[in-house]
């Protein structure tokens, strides 16, 4: 018997051609969840029943009933996304028992597409956090070295896709949480347009800035899983009711690439993430791309306007956390102290920091200064990035300005951890696409990435390019040690 | 206005009125907005504020709104925006209520009103919608002082009307929140049954020295959910504030709630302990866009208002203007009225009926308009039949009677009562004959100059007829055969009838 293909595209085709059961393609990631999660702790919960129900059907079907461009692909999912019958816990002790009543609109879509669903990541709290540190049931460790964080907030969705558990999965981006722990993982992590994929059935952190996207290791799979998200869903008011434009890794370059060549000298920025940017930026001009020099908004403007508008978002969201009708309820004598003993114990210290500051930002007196400040500085950097694209078609970055770091490394530190989102947060203010793309390993042996940004609605420019980046590899992507 | 306060204080008034709108479904989710289900069949995830689920706006909800600020004129916003209002309550699934604040759908706008014998107006500020919340119930002692709570309600639409502070009694706040009522009714965007909550009113009031201009501090009323409450609390609240001015104490602003057993309010929370409601633009939302093309499609909907249906009343019918806002008063009786006064062919006396015998029995049957056994149209044949003289007020009343037991078509209760009218010269010629054959005495009594002798002729050929001659006829019939007897005396003058 052959060896199980790799790739969600060669997984998909396998299937769909009748030489691989759907069946024995999830056992072969049963068993590699159940050999690596202990030491990972990347999935918070396998639905193996539920996945071998999925298989048991697609390999059940009539002879000459199509299946979907996902047929048999194990996909992992967030733990903040909701799955019918199935627990959903945002990696928080308040939802620790909660099994979502529905399916968020992405899952429905997935098992359209044929995929199956095994189980849930980790991830920090609510998406709060850059490490997958904040998870209530302990962290995430980087497959590529077990000391490493994963990046977060969607560290385990990235670890399981870079340790080969499985081809594809899910994630949500509010401010970098796709990306960063795409690039500390080594993997493809794709942030689309805010509207592009539904967010019904994704737990809010912040809901301007939210939105779902996925992890791959290789092109052809992202490209495969953003195709069966993408498009418009009338149970999200905020999705667009527009055609999504078909992405092609094939396609040539020719077009204008800015590189943000100022931040590289950003302090904090490692020597080999600017040399992999510069390196980028070389890859494309060989692919056919035009690169010229431009200026983005300094990161810490973004950052301050992001940390307050999605603090203060995050304080109203998570108010339905009230021991009232689901989830964590600590009693107490009254309703006030049922309400503080719930929410204190069934909250992070992150979360409870963010809900406080959230809360401080929006209150009478302050409204003005922190949550509508915030929120022209943001105008402004989307009026700045609007002019950046009419000048270039892509724009080429560093995605995180470091390797992966020390678990504990900056947990002690809340600013520190929250620089982390320095290069990524200008894109969900923008509300624009962007793309983590694999770019080697460090001295140690630690990934680095770089980060596309592209206009609303161009993803396929992002596809095209990593694709050309990916032509133009010396050596092909490596995984990490012990990963199929 | 109403008559002035008796004191030399003034009240200052504004209401703001909780529309509940009739849509089929919530303003964010695909439940059920009836009320009056099992407690919390009516309910989703979207309702029930569970993670991960988003508001979807229900357009009719919009299209509601815009009727009523078509109706009232005021300015409608292009763009409006829903924002987030936050606090803590169980019956409030999400933790804040999606409302209008910064940027309402509706602004301005005036209501008129009767009050008293006169009329009065007051400006809006604005309309906006929002979703209601859930209802707590906290039963009595025994199940362990537990609080329980039915989420049909939550997220049922709301439109919120707020008036400027231009009332200035009791009685015209009383008024001016009929008149809303009426009108949302009349709309039909709202099923304005004040038992089942779709009409919520919070009243806040000051009072001054007459003739000051200033505002004095204020007092919000909570919970006031009848005319009568409205109008007793309002009451109560000025007698209070009054008297605290008037002994020289000053006031603070505070909310109140009524307590409707007590017949009196009670402080809720001073303003020192408002809520902050940390209010923000909901990002699930994107803002409402209303273009010209949906404002006319409303427009287009809208039935013939309150005020409009009173004026051509009066103008067509020549009716008074306390007769043509009763007649208008909803949209069921008007058209009653309106068909029956086709039918008769005579607003004035249709309108008498109906003011009279049929509101009557509206009033007293539980279904209204619709427990009447019998049409307008009947009604209107019966007034013509009337107006014709083919019966006689009398017996309009008897076939008005029978007609309203049995449904009856009023031409074939008179005929099958052999109620019609006898106007037939002949006829009554020969009846006046039998009536003089058979009572020489008093013909005799009238020739010879007694008057009132003709009367009793007269009731003679009524009483031959069943009373259905045909007066003025009989009148002449009798004058008639008298005269042929002798040149006796010409019949009184003035005369009364039968």
């Known amino acids: 018997m052959s060896a199980i293909p790799s790739g969600a595209a060669a997984i998909a085709e396998a299937v769909r051609a009748g030489r691989r059961s759907a069946g024995e393609i999830l056992e072969e990631s049963l068993r590699s969840i159940d050999r690596n999660n202990k030491n990972l702790n990347a999935f918070l919960h396998v639905d193996s029943e539920g996945a071998h129900r999925q298989a048991a059907a697609l390999d059940a079907r009539e002879k000459n009933q199509a299946l979907g461009p996902l047929a048999g692909v194990p996909v992992a999912v967030k733990d903040n996304i909701a799955t019918a019958g199935v627990p959903t816990t945002a990696a928080s002790r308040m939802l620790e028992t909660y099994r979502p009543p529905y399916d968020a609109t ?52 990235a670890a399981a896709v870079a340790a080969g558990l499985v081809p594809l999965a899910l994630g949500s981006d509010t401010g970098g949480s796709i990306r960063q722990p795409a690039s500390f993982c080594g993997v493809y992590g794709l942030l689309p347009t805010y509207g592009r994929v539904s967010r019904y059935g994704l737990i809010a952190f912040a809901s301007s800035l939210d939105q779902i996207g996925g992890f791959s290791r290789d092109l052809d799979g992202l490209g495969l899983l953003y195709a069966a998200i993408a498009g418009h869903d009338p149970r999200d008011s905020t999705s667009a009711p527009r055609p999504v434009e078909p992405v092609d890794p094939e396609r040539p370059m020719t077009g204008r690439v800015g590189l943000a060549a100022s931040l590289l000298d950003w302090p904090g920025v490692e020597p080999r993430v600017a040399a992999a940017v510069r390196e980028a930026a070389e890859g494309l001009a060989a692919g056919g791309a035009t690169v010229v020099n431009i200026e983005l908004p300094e990161p810490s403007t973004g950052i301050a306007a992001y940390y307050v508008l999605a603090t203060a978002e995050a304080s109203s969201n998570l108010a339905r956390y009230d021991g009232v009708r689901y989830g964590l309820r600590v009693a107490a004598e009254g309703l006030e102290s049922m309400y503080r003993a719930t929410r204190s114990a069934g909250f992070g210290a992150e979360v409870q920091r963010r809900i406080l500051l959230g809360t401080y930002a929006l209150s009478a007196g302050y409204h003005d200064a922190y949550y509508g400040r915030a929120q022209r500085v943001r105008r402004w950097i989307r009026g700045r990035m609007d002019r950046v694209f009419d000048s270039v078609d892509l724009v080429l970055l560093p995605t995180a300005p470091t390797t992966a770091f020390r678990l504990g490394e900056k947990t002690a530190d ?58 133009g590899r010396t050596a092909p992507l490596a995984w990490p040690e012990g990963a199929r | 206005m109403s008559a002035p306060l008796a004191e030399p204080m003034e009240a200052v008034i504004g209401l703001e009125v909780h529309v509940q709108l009739k849509t089929r479904t919530k303003i964010f989710c695909a439940c059920s907005a009836a009320y009056g289900a099992p407690p919390n069949t009516h309910v989703c995830p979207v309702c029930l504020g569970h993670p991960g689920v988003l508001p979807v706006l229900n357009r009719e909800a919009v299209a509601f709104a815009l009727r009523f600020g078509l109706a009232v004129g005021a300015t409608i916003g292009e763009r409006s925006v829903f924002a987030r209002k936050n606090y803590f309550y169980p019956d409030l699934p999400k933790g804040y209520q999606i409302s209008q604040y910064e940027t309402p759908i509706l602004a301005g706008g005036r209501v008129s009103f009767r009050s008293g014998e006169g009329t009065g107006s007051a400006r809006l500020v604005r309309a906006h919608l929002e979703e209601d919340a859930g209802k707590s119930f906290h039963p009595e002692a025994g199940r362990e002082a537990a609080t329980l709570v039915d989420l049909n309600r939550s997220g049922v639409p709301l439109l919120e009307v707020v008036s400027e502070p231009d009332l200035r009694s009791a009685d015209d706040a009383q008024a001016f929140l009929e008149r809303i009522h009426q009108l949302v009714v009349y709309l039909d965007i709202c099923d304005g049954n004040l038992e089942e909550g779709s009409l919520r009113c919070d009243a806040n009031v000051s009072v001054r020295p007459r003739g000051e201009t200033a505002l ?88 013939e208002l309150p005020w409009q249906v009173e004026d051509r009343f009066r103008e067509d019918y020549g009716l008074g203007a306390g007769d043509a806002v009763i007649l208008a008063a909803t949209r069921a009786g008007a058209a009653f009225f309106e068909t029956a006064a086709r039918a008769a062919g005579d607003g004035k006396a249709a309108a008498n009926w109906v003011l009279s015998e049929v509101l009557h029995r509206v009033k007293t049957s539980p279904a209204g308009w619709d427990g009447l056994r019998f049409t307008a149209e009947h009604l209107g044949r019966l007034v013509r039949a009337i107006d014709e003289e083919r019966i006689s007020g009398k017996m309009g009343k008897a076939v008005f009677a029978e007609m309203a037991e049995t449904g009856g078509d009023p031409e074939a209760i008179i005929a099958a009562r052999g109620l019609v009218q006898v106007d037939d010269p002949d006829e009554l010629a020969r009846v006046v004959e039998e009536a003089l054959a058979a009572h020489p005495g008093p013909v005799g009594d009238y020739l010879g100059g007694k008057a009132s002798a003709f009367q009793f002729l007269i009731g003679q050929v009524m009483r031959l007829t069943q009373g259905r001659a045909n007066p003025r006829a009989a009148r002449d019939a009798m004058e008639k055969a008298l005269r042929a007897r002798s040149a006796g005396p010409e019949a009184p003058e003035g005369g009364t009838e039968s």
């Not at chain 1, 049931?137 to 980087?142: A, I, L, M, S, V």
């Not at chain 2, 109140?256 to 940390?278: N, P, S």
């Open chain 1, 106 to 157: 992405v899952i429905e879509r997935l098992r359209d597409a044929g995929a199956v669903l095994v189980g849930k990541t980790n991830l920090d709290e609510f998406s709060m956090g850059s490490s997958t540190e904040n998870s209530a049931f302990g962290p995430t460790r980087n497959p590529w070295h077990p000391e490493r964080v994963p990046g977060g907030s969607s560290g385990g969705s």
């Open chain 2, 216 to 303: 004095y501090a204020k007092t919000e009323i909570k919970n006031l959910n009848s005319f009568r409450n409205v109008h007793r609390a309002l009451l109560w609240e000025i007698r209070r504030q009054s008297q605290i001015l008037e002994d020289g104490g000053a006031l603070v602003q505070t909310t109140r709630l009524w307590d409707a057993g007590e017949g009196r309010t009670r402080v809720m929370r001073t303003k020192e302990d408002a809520e902050d409601y940390r209010y923000f633009p909901d990002p699930d939302l994107l803002p409402l866009a209303v273009d010209a093309a949906w404002v006319e499609t409303e427009r287009a909907r809208l039935p």
């Open chain 1, 414 to 471: 809340p600013l520190a951890m929250y620089l982390a989102d320095a290069f990524t947060v200008t894109a969900n203010l923008a509300g624009i696409p962007a793309l983590n793309v694999p770019a080697g390993t460090d001295a140690e042996g630690l990934p680095v990435g770089v980060q596309l940004l592209a206009p609303a609605w161009r993803e396929d420019r992002l596809l095209s390019a990593a694709g050309v980046l990916d032509r």
